[in-house]
């Protein structure tokens, strides 16, 4: 019996970071990612994992929660 994937959904991480983030890492390492960020990336923040509290089956299990509730909970 073949498998159909009805739905989705999208679990991002809970920590904001800000490319100065990444760009001080960089320029430690004499590196300037400032362009490739800015212009390429086109992002000023992202969301990241806080491995305290978040790993891959727990935002996967978020994020069959979140179908589930799409799906079936009726409004």
Same mark, same amino acid.
């Given at each position: 019996?073949?498998?159909?994937?009805?739905?989705?959904?999208?679990? !991002?991480?809970?920590?904001?970071?800000? =490319?100065?983030?990444? @760009?001080?890492?960089?320029?430690? *390492?004499?590196? $300037?990612?400032?362009?490739?960020?800015?212009?390429?990336?086109?992002?000023? !923040?992202?969301?990241?994992?806080?491995? =305290?509290?978040?790993? @891959?089956?727990?935002?996967?299990? *978020?994020?069959? $929660?979140?179908?589930?509730?799409?799906?079936?909970?009726?409004?």
């Amino acid at each position: 019996m073949p498998l159909k994937i009805k739905d989705s959904c999208i679990v !991002t991480g809970s920590k904001l970071i800000e =490319n100065d983030y990444y @760009t001080e890492y960089f320029e430690n *390492k004499r590196k $300037d990612i400032n362009h490739f960020l800015k212009d390429i990336v086109g992002r000023e !923040t992202r969301y990241i994992c806080d491995p =305290n509290f978040e790993n @891959t089956l727990t935002m996967g299990s *978020k994020a069959a $929660d979140d179908v589930f509730k799409k799906k079936w909970v009726k409004r």
